[in-house]
């Protein structure tokens, strides 16, 4: 199902497209994307009207391009949404997931506001939403046609219930065609250049790339333009390791090509009952051979300029090889983006 298109014929777009306010209306929630159970008022301490304005943090890269132009970063905005078209058990995990991801969809609109008022292209890390549900696909659609995006896929892409199975490519193609028809481009592989800059998107949701990703990247790369990368999970460096270790207190990296000498160390202390050994992180994010032959080869590739990528909720930047740099984004539903301006 092409989730956007039947959005698109039916109409309700309209208002995305500058005919009205993005956000604020209860009213065209419930009539588009129905609603959420009511909100404890004790689990939320401002009211929407009152929060901070949207951080914009900007970074500057020298890249070659033809001509300059500006991008807006996002990643894990966390829409939480749930209606009667999903069983009683989505609505209950709505209710409380919404507590701590409130005002994801709110910062959302105002980015895409943002964007509009600066020129700005807009590119999404992954977790737009938070678990796979009509109303979260719907909302994802109706956003995705109110501005020019591209994007990749988070791990909560595809979830069903946020952590209650073990989650691979199996589990994946169970509700891909649904997820596929929310977005605007390939979320396996997909590029677009703007100004002689190349982007290309890949799928690391599971820790891992595959060797028809690695065999994509390659032709990328002949084309002989300066790339930009995104993805969802961050890329190992040691240093960044590090400094997930210390945010874990050494349970996990969080992060993809990560070598096996560390990520058997994870868990510290933890034991799961027999049957349940894929809830281990050093199970979760184990690198596999052809991972760590993709990043071995993408760390020598010269015409890599830059990765954007998210998952960690919070913004940091790290040299990945010789000529690129990392840049993470805090997440979206705690009020930060990047606005990547390129030259």
Known sequence: ??????????????????????????????????ALPPIDPSQITRDVDVLPPLN??????????TAPFGVLHLSDTHIVRADDRDDE?????????????AYGEHYLDEAIRYARDNGLYMMHTGDLYDFVSEANLDSCAQHMLAADWFVCA???EYSKYVGEAKEDEAYKASSREAVQGAFPNDLTFASRIINGVNFVALDDVYYNFTERQH?????????GLPVVMLCHVPLYTPQA??????????NCGYLT???????SKYDPGVTYPPGQEWRYRKVQQHSDKPTLDFLAW???QKLLKAILCGHCHRYYEERFSKTAILYAVTATYKGGVQAVYFE
């Open 298 to 300: 993408l760390k020598e």
């Open 241 to 250: 390791l590090s400094d997930e270790l210390r945010f874990t207190d050494g």
């Open 89 to 101: 058990r989505k609505i209950a995990l709505a209710s409380r997931r919404v507590r701590s991801m």
């Open 257 to 263: 090509g990560v070598p096996e000498e560390f990520t």
């Open 215 to 223: 065999e994509l990247m390659q032709e990328e790369m002949k084309k």
């Open 1 to 34: 199902m092409d989730r956007r298109k039947f959005i698109k014929v039916t109409g309700t777009t309209a208002l995305m497209a500058g005919t009205m306010p993005i956000s604020s209306s209860c009213n065209r929630k419930k009539e588009l994307a129905g």
């Open 154 to 156: 988070g791990n909560h």
């Open 56 to 65: 914009v943090k900007e970074i500057r890269i020298k890249i070659g391009a």
